[in-house]
T-cell receptor
C-alpha cells in the first residue's frame, strides 16, 4: 500500500540558508500534519492543513511557512535556518481529519 | 490542555515474553483519541494502535493490545510474544478534542528485547 512520501530524506544546510521539505500524502488523504522531532525529543506539532486550508497551528516559528497544494501535497518552507532547527521533520496524513494519522519516514535536517 | 505521561524511559523484556508500556493522559475534553507509535532506530514513525475515548472495547492489532482504563486515564500498550524486531522507541500520543486534530506525544519508552 502507498504510504506518505517525504523528500528529501536527508538535508544539510548552513546557518541562515533556506530549506524546503516536501510531503506527498497517502492517496485520497486530504489532511496533512507537520511535526518536528529534535534529538532525543518527542515530536512536536507544527502545523496542519485540511483541504488546502490551514486547520491548526502549533509551535511553528515565524521563520517557517507551509502550504498544501491542489494535489494535496504539502511543502514546509524554512528560512534563516538556525542550528536549533536540526531535527527530524515528519509529515503525517489522514482522511478528512480522521483519527488515524500515518507518518512518512521523515526528513532529517542538519544545520551546520 | 492535553498532557501525555510515559514514566518508563526504558524497558527490557525477554524474547517471547509479554511487556506492558505505561501511558497516562490528562484532558478535559470528553472526546479524544489515544495512539501508540513505534519508532525504530531508522527513525520512521510507525502507527500501531488507536483507541477512541468512546470505544467500549480495548483495541487490539495482532500482538498489540491497548489496556484502556478510562477512569484512571491510562492507555497502556501490551505487546505479547515479544520479538527482537520490537526493540524500538514507543510513543503514546493523544489527539485533542473537538477542533484539535494534531497529536500530543509522550516522552517515549525505549524497549529492548533480549534474546
Amino acid at each position: 500500500a502507498a504510504g506518505v512520501i517525504q523528500s528529501p530524506r536527508h538535508l544539510i544546510k548552513e546557518k541562515r540558508e533556506t530549506a524546503t521539505l516536501k510531503c506527498y500524502p497517502i492517496p485520497r488523504h486530504d489532511t496533512v500534519y507537520w511535526y518536528q522531532q529534535g534529538p532525543g525529543q518527542d515530536p512536536q506539532f507544527l502545523i496542519s492543513f485540511y483541504e488546502k486550508m490551514q486547520s491548526d497551528k502549533g509551535s511553528i516559528p515565524d521563520r517557517f511557512s507551509a502550504q498544501q497544494f491542489s494535489d494535496y501535497h504539502s511543502e514546509l518552507n524554512m528560512s534563516s535556518l538556525e542550528l536549533g532547527d536540526s531535527a527530524l521533520y515528519f509529515c503525517a496524513s489522514s482522511y478528512e481529519q480522521g483519527p488515524e494519522a500515518f507518518f512518512g519516514q521523515g526528513t532529517r535536517l542538519t544545520v551546520v | 490542555a492535553q498532557k501525555i505521561t510515559q514514566t518508563q524511559p526504558g524497558m527490557f523484556v525477554q524474547e517471547k515474553e509479554a511487556v506492558t508500556l505505561d501511558c497516562t493522559y490528562d484532558t478535559s475534553d470528553p472526546s479524544y483519541g489515544l495512539f501508540w507509535y513505534k519508532q525504530p532506530s531508522s527513525g520512521e514513525m510507525i502507527f500501531l494502535i488507536y483507541q477512541g475515548s468512546y470505544d467500549q472495547q480495548n483495541a487490539t492489532e495482532g500482538r498489540y493490545s491497548l489496556n484502556f482504563q478510562k477512569a484512571r486515564k491510562s492507555a497502556n500498550l501490551v505487546i505479547s510474544a515479544s520479538q527482537l524486531g520490537d526493540s524500538a522507541m514507543y510513543f503514546c500520543a493523544m489527539r485533542g478534542g473537538t477542533g484539535a486534530n494534531n497529536l500530543f506525544f509522550g516522552t517515549g519508552t525505549r524497549l529492548t528485547v533480549i534474546p
